[in-house]
């Protein structure tokens, strides 16, 4: 922060004190509509707004709370504190003159601010003191509270890819909260006292262990025609291939062990599944992923000389044609992401379905009936008989 910023600060808000030679947190008042406000300012880059910490007493915040599309439109305007705070001195002065916001003091106003104030700002010191200080940054709520703060973390593995995760705090008393892509499997465990460098190498200790893990999910996603998940996420652990028009491979790799032989669901008539199950059955002993391509070892165990990959043509993707779109709906995907599971198993036929269509129209007709956990009916094309999971 220049020295012109300094002194217009110091001279206009003469209670809201530096805490620091830099000039990024401060400490104190600031008068407003002939009301002392109580606040705490953290700027990471000052003296810009940008991605600001703002604590204040509870009525300033639920008044603030009916501003904040023009708070935002301030922030990432990137405008300078002090004319931030003038600004917000209007604000307040409006508000008071409209009825907007209470006058009020004692123990509602300041209800938990103290105590707030202090907890943060021990937080944001670990993070300018901690060696892992560049990978770790401070913002605001996810929501756009005010008088919350979350920290970042970001981490790059040795093979160049990106990971973050957020640490929330709800309240000053309870264990925080951290969120990162990776598989449910995992578990990072923090709680209350943990300092922000113990937060970070608690995040980066559960990254290292899952590098083998990416790896294999890399090369799947590389070298196969992988149609589920859409657009893969690091914290899934499953996968979706072709391996033959209308024949599909569901994968489940283990993120602890992601050479061990995964499960594996065929998904696609009997007649064209079964010389691939059967392929399966007799290489099952043979399985070894160490040292090759978990690609290269998929193709042996189905009996294949490579997986397909995925095609394109001219104007698109090729997906709903080879794949199969659901011949009830005749879409290839549902909302909710869902692709055609069900296949008719009458050669002549071999159409497939997603379960939800094919569950809904079996449910209309009374010669339906319910066996388990399954619905039989009659296919929707052949009129053969067909099946399809019970849908909640």
């Known amino acids: 922060m220049d020295d012109e910023q300094n002194l217009l600060l110091m001279k206009e808000f003469p209670t809201l004190i530096p805490q620091n030679k830099t000039f990024s947190t401060f400490d104190g008042y600031i008068v407003a509509g002939g009301e002392d406000y109580h606040v705490y300012i953290d700027l990471p880059?000052?003296?810009s707004v940008r991605g600001m910490v703002?604590?204040?007493?509870?009525?300033?915040?639920?008044f603030l709370d009916s501003c904040k599309s023009d708070l935002k439109e301030w922030e990432s305007s990137g405008i300078s504190l002090f004319e931030f705070l003038v600004r917000l001195q209007n604000l307040i002065a409006v508000g008071i003159q409209h009825g907007k916001l209470e006058r009020c003091g004692g123990s509602l106003c300041l209800d938990n601010l103290v105590e707030k104030i202090h907890f943060y700002s021990k937080i944001i010191k670990e993070v300018e003191n901690s060696q892992w200080k560049e990978e770790i940054s401070i913002e605001g709520s996810s929501s756009g509270e005010f008088n919350e703060i979350q920290l970042r973390l970001n981490k790059k593995d040795a093979f160049d890819r990106v990971h973050t995760a957020t640490v929330k705090f709800d309240s000053t008393t309870s264990n925080p909260i951290i969120r990162a892509d990776l598989p449910s499997?995992?578990?990072?465990?923090?709680?209350?006292?943990?300092?922000?460098?113990?937060?970070y190498e608690t995040f980066v200790e559960a990254v290292d262990k899952?590098?083998?893990?990416?790896?294999?999910?890399?090369?799947i996603d590389a070298d196969c025609w992988v149609i589920d998940p859409e657009q893969p996420k690091r914290k899934d652990t499953y996968r979706r291939i072709?391996?033959?028009?209308?024949?599909s491979l569901y994968l489940n790799i283990d993120p602890f062990d992601p050479h061990k032989r995964p499960d594996v669901t065929f998904i696609g008539s009997e007649r064209t599944v079964m010389p691939f199950r059967n392929s399966l059955q007799e290489n099952l002993e043979n399985w070894d992923s160490m040292g090759i391509s978990i690609v290269h070892s998929l193709a042996k165990l189905l009996g294949l000389e490579e997986l397909p990959r995925k095609i394109t043509c001219e104007?698109?993707?090729?997906?709903?044609?080879?794949?199969?779109?659901?011949s009830i709906c005749l879409c290839l995907r549902l909302d909710d992401g869902q692709l055609p599971s069900e296949v008719c198993n009458n050669p002549f036929c071999a159409l497939p379905f997603h379960a939800t269509c094919l569950f809904l129209w079996l449910q209309s007709f009374p010669t339906s009936h319910q066996n388990f956990n399954r619905l039989y009916g009659e296919c929707p094309n052949c009129n053969l008989a067909i099946s399809c999971p019970i849908q909640s």
Do not use: Y
């Open 45 to 47: 880059n000052p003296p």
């Open 185 to 199: 499997q995992v578990e990072m465990t923090v709680s209350k006292g943990m300092t922000a460098s113990q937060f």
């Open 54 to 62: 703002f604590f204040c007493p509870l009525n300033l915040r639920w």
């Open 242 to 247: 072709i391996i033959e028009t209308n024949v």
């Open 210 to 219: 899952l590098q083998d893990f990416w790896n294999v999910m890399d090369d």
């Open 315 to 326: 104007g698109g993707n090729m997906e709903g044609v080879e794949q199969g779109e659901c």
